[in-house]
């Protein structure tokens, strides 16, 4: 609820506050999940299977431009997936000699069950929430988390005009993006990913 007599700077500290300690507690929580696929897969793979699954088959380079990530990140995590078999490597449909990443049956079966143990926990955590009031959260939540997204690109553009490297090399997801867990982040502007 609004306080009147608080100022901008007190509402942007309150805030600053609540976005370090979802971090943290999600971190925490990993907020994987219920059940037995609770915590079975980390972040950077689930929202690696996500794209994939969500934008088809791609190659490591467009991979990592659609998650906001570097290409080595993107080898580096992607290589235990098919190692596990979760995702194969497979010829481009127009340039057979290109390679492309693809989800294989495997690892749509393992994402569908993340994915049901991820929806499961967000059900119970907002059990006592209006539909109203989840979907107001999860606008805002994906709005911010764009606007993260956002000032984060131009960093990057900032520091390749300075000099620096730019470019994020975390897991894909701004903030930790420890988005609810899945309840909509891809990187930290794509409200499909997580």
Known sequence: MPNPTETSAELLERLQHQVALFARRAEQTRLGGVGKARNSMDRAAYLLLNRLDREGPMGVKALAEAMGIDSSTVTRQVAPLVDTGLVKRTS???????????????????????????????????????????????????????????????????????????????????????????????????????
Do not use: C, K, Y
């Open 92 to 194: 481009h449909p127009e340039d057979g000699r290109a390679v492309v990443l693809a989800l294989s049956p495997r690892g749509r079966s393992r994402l569908d069950a993340v994915r049901d143990s991820r929806r499961q926990l967000m059900a119970e955590i907002t059990d006592e929430w209006t539909p109203q009031e989840r979907e107001q959260f999860t606008e805002l939540l994906s709005r911010f988390n764009a606007s993260l997204s956002d000032w984060h690109t131009g960093v990057g553009q900032r520091d390749e005009a300075e000099g620096g490297t730019g470019g994020e090399t975390g897991a894909g997801d701004a903030g930790g993006t420890a988005g609810p867990a899945g309840a909509g982040t891809a990187t930290a502007g794509d409200p499909q990913g997580a």
